[in-house]
């Protein structure tokens, strides 16, 4: 898996400091005894030996390789229960933050995890059931070997789970996208610009490969589910370098599925993975995609005329209503857009999958997120001839 797992699992495990949003910043914290049964059909806890593998791999720096968060999501901490002072959770913010990762290995009662920390990574075990740790569920059969190289080609995503899983979730990436060509930047090319009007706004857009993208993000006001950032009608109308959309308006998965004119959908994961691949894969499609306006730091060069800008999102771990307001990333340290998807994430039930771009790296990433929790941005893309 390339995030945390935070699926309620039947009610069991919790989220840090019992604040519902860090279960969705960070993943879901388990015991044990919990997580050995969380993982999904087919999938199961990485043993100590394969975590073991994955992390003895040289790199120059584990801080990079890990990122911020361990294995490139946010730092989550850990949780644990004590008789004598009640709840005591910690390592989730600042300059000692560690992210606590279980393993599918117990001996005789001892249940190993890693902890993972920019100066101190160590395995270590627990004997109570009063520790919560973070999951990362791997695919298949325990293996006796590790491809620990396997992890390289998804470096530079947003998260990086062990090699072997790593393997099985990128091998969909790069065979839908092996075939595609690698795009000819042509965004100054009356034959590569064109429009597309939706209400009483013509959206400008731009060819890239074979794809036809709308090249601002959708504002168009639906009659519920939709939101201007801080429900600022300004921040919908920020700037954009073609014109017509810019920011635009965050809408909930359900209005999103709506909102597209005819002759034109809402991208699935596959056209995402298209456009991914078409500016030259993962590692640089965030710098490439990301326009060189708006971003606070962490801009892109807009090479094929997507000029995608910091959006931010709407959360609400009770359902998006037009009473929501918890409005994150688009103001401050960081930055970060995410554009739904239609493909809904068969590996999280209520999840689907979103393109995620951020000022934090030159990457872009597919990640999935609960489709009655948040609001994100939308872009139209034209269907096939």
Known sequence: ???????????RGLCYATVLGNCDRYGRLYTWNDAKDACPDEWRLPTKSEME??????????????????????WGGYWRWDDNTGVNHSGAHGKDSVGYYWTGTNDNGKSYYFKLSADDPVFAYWEDDNLYSYVRCVWGKESTSVNVGSSSSAQSSSAIASSSSVAASSSSVSSSSSSVALATPCKDNSECLGSVKIGEDSYKTVKIGTQWWMASNVK????????????????????????????????????????CPSGWHLPTKEDFETLIAAVGGEANAGHKLKSPKGWTKGYGENKYGFDALPTGYLYDG????????????????YETTCFWSATPDPMERGNVHMLVLNNQEKSASIGSQHKESFAFSVRCVKDSE
Do not use: H, Q
């Not at 791999?57 to 946010?74: A, H, Q, R, T, V």
């Open 1 to 11: 898996m390339t995030e945390n797992l935070k699926y309620p699992s039947d009610g």
């Open 53 to 74: 593998a994955y992390f003895k791999n040289p790199y120059p720096d584990l801080f990079e390789k890990i990122g911020y968060g361990g294995m490139g999501s946010n």
């Open 220 to 259: 168009f006001e639906t009659s519920e589910g939709s939101f201007c950032y801080d429900n600022d009608p300004e921040n919908c109308e920020a700037y954009s370098i073609l014109g017509v959309g810019g920011n635009g308006r965050l809408y909930t998965w359900n209005a999103a599925k709506k909102v």
């Open 318 to 333: 009770n359902g998006i209503k037009s009473s929501s307001t918890d409005f994150n990333y688009l103001d401050g340290e």
